[in-house]
């Protein structure tokens, strides 16, 4: 069992930027691999970014975001800079096993109960 806390989202302005960070419980964190999905009003849960042995970006973010995880401290951040209107949405951190099908939200066993990033123009 993994649970997820998401945290650090905000109000922000075009240009600015955030860290996300989720803080995972349970001793298997290091097994897992780290995923980070958006969701605003009206649409779908769409896929930003995830940890593997490497890391993959959404084609919206890449070159602005980046994902990071210590396992240390059962955490990975998602740091995004250059922040725009269009990333306004509820961010998600996500726990999975899968090493193949990260984009797809169904593959997720865990997680976080959201953390809201609005930029405003």
């Known amino acids: 069992q993994v649970q997820l806390v998401e945290s650090g989202g905000g109000l922000v302005q075009a240009g600015d930027s955030l860290r996300l960070s989720c803080a995972a419980s349970g001793r298997t964190f290091s097994m897992y691999y780290m995923g980070w999905f958006r969701q605003a009003p009206g649409k779908e849960r769409e896929f930003v970014a995830v940890i593997t042995w490497t890391e993959n970006y959404a084609d919206s973010v890449k070159g602005r975001f980046t994902i990071s995880r210590d396992n240390a401290k059962n955490t990975v951040y998602l740091q995004m800079n250059s922040l725009k209107p269009e990333d306004t949405a509820v961010y998600y951190c996500?726990?999975?096993?899968?090493?193949?099908?990260?984009?797809?939200?169904?593959?997720?066993?865990?997680w976080g109960q959201g953390t809201q990033v609005t930029v405003s123009s």
């Open positions: 996500a726990a999975t096993k899968d090493r193949y099908n990260w984009r797809r939200p169904g593959v997720y066993d865990y």
